[in-house]
């Protein structure tokens, strides 16, 4: 059975951002599930998500683009009635040192990272200023605070996204908006399994806890700021990385 509350999930299709979406959907959210290139997995996780009693609405569109940012916030209010909670958490990494990095590789990175929140959240604060209430909970990273070779590009567009947090925390919280930000260290998904075993061995050395992180882990911490539970909790940013930064 549904709670009544609906979430707008960006980059849903797999990793941390499906993760999400399961994890809400147990709790009784009603979930809107943004992707931008098509898989076949995507029918099936909306089956699986409905499974949980709750309804699910698929919208198609890059967050990269505004216009279909706006197209995407429409879809999901017709399907869904509103937008109680926005997970801004589509993203991509392009590495490499700055030497030898092409303009494109760089702007590719932050349009769809920081533009891209910029893009989805701007067409959602409106309905929240409206209903007086919401959540936003954007990804963010350990390398938007700590920085780390080869990722200029990622780290910009990831410490943007801090600095956009605070700000509009401070913009909305007389309207009983909460904004935070979660910083995942490193964490099982596609972007981490490239790595070879020597790599993954040296990241567990610099984490406390030893163990590269699950989306799973990113998931209930973003259940958490959703929640009631973290309703004095705004314009923060939630390590969830085992100990790397401190």
């Known amino acids: 059975m549904g709670n009544g509350k609906v979430v707008f999930v960006t980059g849903a299709a797999r990793g941390i951002g499906k993760e999400i979406c399961l994890e809400m959907a147990k709790e009784g959210y009603d979930i809107s599930l943004n992707y931008r290139t098509k898989t076949d997995d995507i029918e099936d996780l909306k089956k699986q998500i409905e499974s949980y009693g709750v309804r699910c609405a698929i919208v ?42 092409s303009k494109e590789d760089f702007t590719n990175v932050v349009d769809v990272n920081l533009v891209g929140t910029f893009n989805v959240t701007r067409n959602v604060i409106p309905l929240m200023v409206k209903q007086r209430s919401g959540r936003i909970i954007s990804i963010a990273s350990v390398v938007g605070i700590a920085g780390n070779a080869g990722q200029t590009n990622y780290s910009a567009s990831k410490a943007g996204i801090i600095g956009f947090t605070k700000s509009l925390a401070k913009e909305v919280a007389s309207r009983n908006i909460l904004v935070n930000a979660i910083a995942p260290g490193f964490v099982a998904t596609d972007m981490t399994k490239v790595l070879s075993d020597d790599v993954k061995e040296n990241i567990n050395t610099m984490i406390p806890l030893k163990r590269i992180g699950t989306p799973n882990d990113i998931a209930k911490a973003v259940k958490f700021l959703a929640s009631e539970d973290s309703s004095y909790i705004t314009g923060q940013v939630l390590h969830v990385d085992g100990g790397m930064l401190m």
């Open 60 to 101: 198609q569109g890059d967050v990269a683009s505004y216009e279909e940012c706006e197209k995407m916030v429409n879809q999901t209010v017709e399907e869904l009635g509103k937008i109680d909670i926005l997970v801004n958490n589509a993203g991509i990494t392009k590495d490499g040192l700055l030497l030898r990095m």
